[in-house]
């Protein structure tokens, strides 16, 4: 991608539309930043699964208690396991979330722009 192109996107918003309900959660952003994602994959999908290597564990996780503490989805499956990535072992973590139906109504709510 050019620095062009890359400089006219920043400068405008994009909607956010995702392929699969596979979120992939990483360290570069805080847990507050993919809270709000989630939202959108929720709104989508209904059922959401958060994917986190090494260090972004601990922001999946927390991502997730917050949902849920908040009410809008239940953490429905923990799936942990190394994985072998480059030679390299590494801890995954999946998070399955659930939407409900208070959830869903108030993030139509808060996600309307």
């Known amino acids: ?11 405008q918003k994009q909607k956010l539309d995702p392929v699969d309900n596979h979120l992939h959660i990483s360290s570069k952003k805080n847990a507050r930043e993919f809270i709000f994602i989630s939202k959108i994959f929720l709104k989508k999908f209904q059922n959401v ?3 986190a290597l090494g260090e ?6 927390r991502v997730a208690e917050n949902l849920q ?3 809008l989805a239940t953490i429905t ?8 990535i480059e030679g390299r072992k590494r801890v995954k973590l999946v998070v399955t979330l659930q939407l409900t139906q208070d ?11």
């Open 77 to 84: 499956k923990i799936n942990s396991f190394t994985a072998d």
């Open 56 to 61: 972004a564990t601990k922001i999946s996780v």
């Open 1 to 11: 991608m050019s620095t062009a192109t890359q400089q006219q996107q920043r400068g």
């Open 49 to 51: 699964e958060l994917h």
């Open 69 to 71: 503490r908040q009410g």
């Open 103 to 113: 959830g869903k109504a108030r993030i139509d709510q808060e996600l309307q722009a």
